[in-house]
C-alpha cells in the first residue's frame, strides 16, 4: 500500500473516531440511556406512609415475586412508653393486603416499608463466590441468575433481610428496583402504585432530581448506619426504634 | 553445548508445560463468557438481560397521553398526585392495545384499602369508619377521581 504522507494525516482523526467506537464496547439495551450518568437510590418518607400494601401487590405483579416471598414489605410499628428498644413490629403477609385498624392507645403507630437498599458497598455482592450477583455501574444491586447456584451466602449477608432463594428457580432473587423499569426513563412499580408518595425513586447523580433538596433540608437516615454499607434508601423521619 | 546434552527431558517438560497452558486458556476463552468482566467480576450482559425484563405498570404518562378528560378531573381534587394504576392495578397490556378492556373497580372494597380508619394512619390522613356508609359503595356520593363532595365531588 502506497501511503503519502498527507493521506496518513487525513486519515488519522477517522482512525481515532473508529477507535473510540471500538473501545465504547456493544450498545445497551435502552438506547438512550447511560449508565454512567446515574445512581439510582430511594426516598422513603415514612409519614406519608398510610400502611396500604399497594407496593407490595405492585412489585409482586411486576416481578412476578411468588406468594409467601418480598422483594418489598411493609412493616407496622407500635411503641409504648417510649421504650425504645422493645417495638412491636407486625407485618401480616409482608403487609401486602394491609393491616388489620389499630385501636387509639398509649404510644406511637407507624409503618416502615422496606425493600433492598442498593448499598453502595453491599454485603451481599462481597461473599459472592461465583460473580453472580454485583452492583452495577449505575448503582442497582442485581442478580445474575444463570451465573447464581443457589449458596444463599448472599442471603445469609444482607443486613436488611432483603434476599430470598426463589422456591422454584432455586436460585437468589431480590429486588432490582425494576431495573427494567428505570432504564425505560419509568420509576419502579412500587412508586407508581403507591398513593401517598411515600416512596419515591431518586437519581443521585442527576442535579436535577428533587431528592437533593430533600436531602439537604430534612432529616434523613438509613437503615443500620453502623454496618456501613453505604445504603441508598433514605428514610424520612426514622425512628429510633427502627431495625 | 556442554550444559545441554542430556537437558533433553527438560525442553520435553517445558513443552506439555506450554501445550498445557494453552490448552487451559483455550477451554477458559471457550466457557467464560464474552462480556465477564466488562464492569466487573461479573457477566456485562446479565445487566443487559435484568433491562430487557418486560413491564406491567405503563406508567402514569401513559394514561395521560389519552385520558385527558380524567386528567382535568383529577387535577385539581384531593387524588391529583394519585397515579392512574395504583387504584387501576397494572395496565401496561391496555397502554400497548386500548382493546385490552381494565377490570371494573368496586368501590366499596377498593376505597377502604386505604381509608379505613386506624390509629396508626398519619393523623392528617381522610380515614372513615366502618359504618361511614352504611355499606353503600364509596361512588354513590363521592367522585373517586375527585373525591370531595364541596369542591363539587358528588355525584
Given at each position: ?6 493521506h496518513?494525516?487525513i ?17 445497551e ?12 437510590g ?8 398510610i ?19 418480598f ?24 403487609g ?6 389499630a385501636?387509639?392507645?398509649?404510644g ?12 453502595a ?5 462481597q ?16 442478580v ?33 428496583l ?18 401517598t ?7 443521585l ?13 430534612h ?10 454499607t ?14 | ?6 537437558a ?32 466487573g ?11 430487557a425484563r ?18 382535568n ?29 381494565p ?20 393523623k392528617?390522613?381522610?380515614q ?26 358528588a355525584?
Amino acid at each position: 500500500m502506497n501511503l503519502s504522507r498527507r493521506h496518513f494525516l487525513i486519515l488519522l482523526p477517522a482512525a481515532a473516531v473508529a477507535w473510540q467506537a471500538v473501545l465504547a464496547g456493544s450498545p445497551e439495551a435502552s438506547p438512550n440511556y447511560k449508565m454512567s450518568e446515574h445512581w439510582w437510590g430511594m426516598l422513603i418518607d415514612i409519614p406519608k406512609c398510610i400502611g396500604c400494601g399497594n407496593c407490595v401487590r405492585a412489585c409482586q405483579a411486576e416481578n412476578d415475586v411468588p406468594d409467601g416471598y418480598f422483594r418489598t414489605w411493609v412493616e407496622r410499628y407500635h411503641v409504648s412508653d417510649g421504650n425504645l428498644s422493645n417495638p412491636e413490629v407486625i407485618s401480616p403477609d409482608g403487609g401486602k393486603e394491609g393491616f388489620s385498624p389499630a385501636k387509639e392507645d398509649e404510644g406511637k403507630y407507624f409503618f416502615v416499608p422496606k425493600l433492598c437498599n442498593q448499598c453502595a458497598d453491599s454485603p451481599c455482592t462481597q461473599v459472592c463466590p461465583v460473580g453472580a450477583t454485583f452492583t452495577s455501574p449505575d448503582g442497582v444491586v442485581l442478580v445474575d441468575q444463570t451465573y447464581c447456584m443457589g449458596c444463599a451466602y448472599c442471603v445469609q449477608a444482607c443486613p436488611y433481610g432483603c434476599r430470598y432463594i426463589h422456591p422454584t428457580k432455586k436460585v437468589v432473587d431480590k429486588c432490582t428496583l425494576c431495573y427494567h423499569r428505570i432504564t425505560k426513563g419509568l420509576t419502579t412499580a412500587c412508586c407508581e402504585a403507591c398513593p401517598t408518595g411515600a416512596r419515591q425513586l431518586a437519581d443521585l447523580k442527576n442535579p436535577k432530581d428533587p431528592i437533593h433538596e430533600f436531602l439537604k433540608t430534612h432529616s434523613v437516615q438509613v437503615l443500620k448506619p453502623q454496618m456501613a454499607t453505604g445504603a441508598k434508601a433514605f428514610y424520612y423521619d426514622l425512628d429510633g426504634s427502627v431495625r | 553445548m556442554g550444559i545441554f546434552k542430556d537437558a533433553g527431558h527438560l525442553f520435553r517438560f517445558a513443552a506439555l508445560f506450554v501445550v498445557g497452558t494453552l490448552t487451559f486458556l483455550g477451554i477458559r476463552g471457550f466457557f467464560v463468557p464474552k462480556s465477564f468482566g466488562e464492569y466487573g467480576h461479573y457477566r456485562g450482559n446479565a445487566i443487559v438481560e435484568v433491562a430487557a425484563r418486560p413491564i406491567h405498570y405503563a406508567g402514569n404518562q401513559a394514561c395521560e397521553t389519552c385520558h385527558t378528560d380524567v386528567v382535568n378531573k383529577k387535577k385539581d381534587g384531593k387524588h391529583a398526585h394519585v397515579n392512574c394504576e395504583a387504584c387501576h392495578g397494572p395496565l401496561a397490556k391496555h397502554a400497548d392495545d386500548p382493546s385490552v378492556e381494565p377490570t371494573k373497580l368496586d368501590t366499596a372494597v377498593l376505597c377502604l384499602s386505604c381509608h379505613t380508619a386506624s390509629a396508626a394512619k398519619p393523623k392528617g390522613f381522610a380515614q372513615v369508619a366502618e359504618d361511614h356508609s352504611s355499606g353503600l359503595p364509596c361512588e354513590t356520593c363521592h367522585q373517586p377521581h375527585s373525591p370531595a363532595i364541596a369542591a363539587g365531588g358528588a355525584k
